[in-house]
């Protein structure tokens, strides 16, 4: 499809020019990103609604450019990346709560994320501070998930396809190989995940966090990130305690949910979801 050709083009062009953007050129982005999203109306409409549910209020325009810039900046940083050094890396990550992953690591560790800040700098900085990280990755065709998946293999972190019936098996290896398997779960792309409460409002959110969590005896982690003008800050939950049954597996994937509210309400223009999330009609 012609629509197909052009992305690759424009990641393929994206990689060659990331590394050499600068703070404005990437503010002209987001500013280019907020007029294409208003023209096609979609996408935002969605995004508002979603930051309507988590907020409690109608988000102001001012919000939903920013949240229009914070995306854009994360696709200029994650092709940017590859290039960036170790130390570039581990300098523009702080974080709170690091102690929890620490401590859990020797013993396995499972890391739930939310689609906010930049997740691939999450895993790259991961790598470098010792934690390898196997996560997994939508797949939106062969060559797309290919180019990604090169990306994220040079900064260490093992990819796996979300529709290989055998992921499950292969995130339960590799906690048992020594690596933290780190998972984006506000969304549940096949639609078959367990109901939880979002900010007050029904979604369902996966289970393989905590069924990995759970069938290996590994810690169960939230993580979230938000930028700073700089770099990011990557907090960490405390443990999600396990618990048995179906129930348990809910009950754990709600702290979750109710982890990723507040950090969303932290930073709502780093949250990017502009796909349907709640309830809501929309452009998959």
Sequence with gaps: MIRDWVSRQVFAAGRRVAPGLGPAAVRRLGDLAY????????????????????????????????????????????????????????????????????????????VALPHLGNWDLAGAWACLSGFPVTTVAENLGDQEFAAYSEVRGRLGMEVLRHDDPAALGELIGAVRRGRVVCLLSDRDLPGRGLGVQFAGHPVTMPAGPALVARRTGATLLGAAGRYTPDGMILEVSPPIPARPGREGLTAMMQDLADFFTAQVRLAPADWHMLQPFFDLPGPR
């Design 35 to 110: 007029a294409g999203a208003k023209l096609e109306r979609a996408h935002l409409e969605t995004y508002r609604d979603n930051l309507r549910r988590v907020l409690g209020a109608e988000p102001p325009e001012a919000l939903l450019r920013a949240g229009m810039a914070s995306w854009a900046r994360t696709y200029v940083e994650v092709l940017a990346l590859p290039s960036w050094t170790a130390d570039q890396v581990l300098d523009r990550v702080a974080t709170v709560g690091e102690r929890h992953l620490r401590a859990a690591w020797p013993n396995g560790a499972v």
